[in-house]
Nanobody, 124 residues
Framework: QVQLVESGGGLVQVGGSLRLSCAASGRTFSSSVMAWFRQAPGKEREFVAAIRWSDGMTDSADSVKGRFTISRDNTKNTVYLQMNSLKPEDTAVYYC?????????????????WGQGTQVTVSS
């Protein structure tokens, strides 16, 4: 089992930036995919971005392409989500997730470990 702890959320103005962190512990990650999802009030949890731990291959949702970047630090077992040019519609609770395997999925059911979430609020 993998334990995930997110941090870095907060309140930011439109156009601002935030960097979220997800510290992972537990089993090894060389054969894992780490992802970020988000859930706004009254909406379903949606895929944001993912990264394959072994080779750094990434994927992201169209709504964040060009603004958000996912990355990892192998030495710290930490995944980051750099969020730039934030918009009010980016307001949500952001969750870190992990799954074993090499394929990147954009569905919540593919991931079996989740963090507690961190709130991101973009004010206009």
């Amino acid at each position: 089992q993998v334990q995930l702890v997110e941090s870095g959320g907060g309140l930011v103005q439109v156009g601002g930036s935030l960097r979220l962190s997800c510290a992972a512990s537990g089993r090894t990650f060389s054969s894992s995919v780490m992802a970020w999802f988000r859930q706004a009030p009254g909406k379903e949890r949606e895929f944001v971005a993912a990264i394959r731990w072994s080779d750094g291959m990434t994927d992201s949702a169209d709504s964040v392409k060009g603004r958000f970047t996912i990355s990892r630090d192998n030495t710290k077992n930490t995944v980051y989500l750099q969020m730039n040019s934030l918009k009010p519609e980016d307001t949500a609770v952001y969750y870190c997730a992990a799954r074993y395997g090499f394929r990147i999925y954009a569905t919540t059911t593919a991931y079996n470990s989740w963090g507690q979430g961190t709130q991101v609020t973009v004010s206009s």
